[in-house]
């Protein structure tokens, strides 16, 4: 039997430290929020929550997606933390019948659709699976549904912190997973992540045209 994985994506947050939201930050020519829905939904999720709190009418009003599989969530208690997110979420994906949730944040944009199905293969509705960096557990993560009233449980700003530490996590490698966009700082790490990237593009499709076959050769 096929299993039903609902994706939440947290995009509820200030970002205060940054000086603007960073749901709508772009990279590549994609917003992160728009990013964090389409990774998920190339990994197989359906439905995917998006959570949204601070600035939400400006975070709307830029959304791309016109997928019916995306539901809109409004946590009007988003000044409580990630918790209350988080709750938010997981009553949701209860309430449509989902065997898994899968939750992701907008601006880890080491994240890939390959990345999250790896966490859902993992799982096979009996553990929890994190995903692995600096040493830590961390989210993304997958969480079956008997752990749905736990999320809903939480408070705070600590997030599924806690929920991750147990021994029987299990936990999936993401290199580079510890960087997100917090501060302007991080904005400036993310543009020339952008920039080194499609330098590497540029380079690489150089190299292709250099290769040419016998037969252009001869034309």
């Not at 990994?43 to 600035?55: D, Q, T, Y």
């Not at 509705?125 to 040493?135: D, Q």
């Not at 600590?158 to 996590?169: E, F, I, K, S």
């Not at 997973?177 to 499709?205: K, Y």
């Amino acid at each position: 039997m096929s299993r039903k994985v609902a994706a939440l994506v947290l995009a509820a947050g200030a970002s205060s430290r940054l000086g603007q939201p960073k749901q709508l930050v772009e990279f590549h020519g994609e917003r992160l929020i728009d990013r964090a829905i389409r990774i998920a939904q190339q990994a197989g999720a359906s439905p995917i929550f998006v959570v949204l709190g601070a600035e939400h009418e400006r975070i709307l009003d830029a959304l791309t997606t016109s997928d019916s599989g995306t539901r809109i969530l409004i946590n009007k208690g988003w000044k409580r933390g990630m918790a209350s997110s988080l709750a938010l979420g997981a009553a949701a994906a209860e309430r449509v019948g989902a065997d898994d949730l899968l939750v992701l944040t907008c601006d880890q944009v080491t994240v890939t659709p390959e990345h999250l199905m790896r966490l859902m293969e993992g799982s096979h509705r009996e553990h929890v699976v994190a995903s692995y960096y600096s040493g830590r557990r961390g989210i993304p993560a997958l969480f079956p549904d008997f752990a749905f009233h736990a999320l809903q449980d939480l408070t705070g700003d600590t997030g599924a912190r806690d929920l991750l530490q147990d021994d029987a996590v299990f936990t999936v490698p993401l290199p580079g997973g510890e960087f997100d966009v917090d501060t302007p700082e991080d904005l400036h790490r993310l543009r020339a992540m952008e920039h080194d990237s499609a330098h590497s593009r540029v380079q690489i499709g150089s190299i292709e045209d250099t290769k040419r076959s016998p037969a252009e050769d001869l034309a």
